[in-house]
């Protein structure tokens, strides 16, 4: 399995990014695919996860409303469209696949990693 994100970059707050994660040898129908962030001093957090085959989306609770998680099997990629952006949403954001599909926002049950993207919003 290999996860390979992009879209971050630096965005003014109240502005949009849609993070994208190409993904290697998953097949969308018995993971979970989730959207984690770390900030510097922080720890790694959930922020949203899908489960494509169950049918569900999962969001952490400060960025329900404003980020929203899809995947399209034929292309073999998660997004993250993520809007009214604050500074808070500062951070590497990573794309990880659990294999048993736990539908769950802990990093612990997530077996792959990507490398992360920057994203960076100035106040």
């Known amino acids: 399995v290999q996860l390979v994100e992009s879209g971050g970059g630096l965005v003014q707050a109240g502005g949009s990014l849609r993070l994208s994660c190409v993904t290697t040898g998953v097949t969308f129908d018995d993971e979970s695919i989730g959207w984690f962030r770390q900030a510097p001093g922080k720890e790694r957090e959930g922020v949203a996860c899908i489960s494509p085959s169950y049918g569900g989306t999962y969001y952490e609770d400060s960025v329900k409303g404003r980020f929203t998680i899809s995947s399209d099997k034929g292309k073999n990629t998660v997004y993250l469209q993520m809007d009214s952006l604050t500074p808070e949403d500062t951070a590497i954001y990573y794309c990880?696949?659990?294999?048993?599909?736990?539908?769950?926002?802990?990093?612990?049950?997530?077996?792959?990693w990507g490398q992360g993207t920057q994203v960076t919003v100035s106040s």
């Open positions: 990880a696949v659990d294999l048993g599909d736990s539908r769950e926002l802990d990093a612990h049950e997530y077996d792959y």
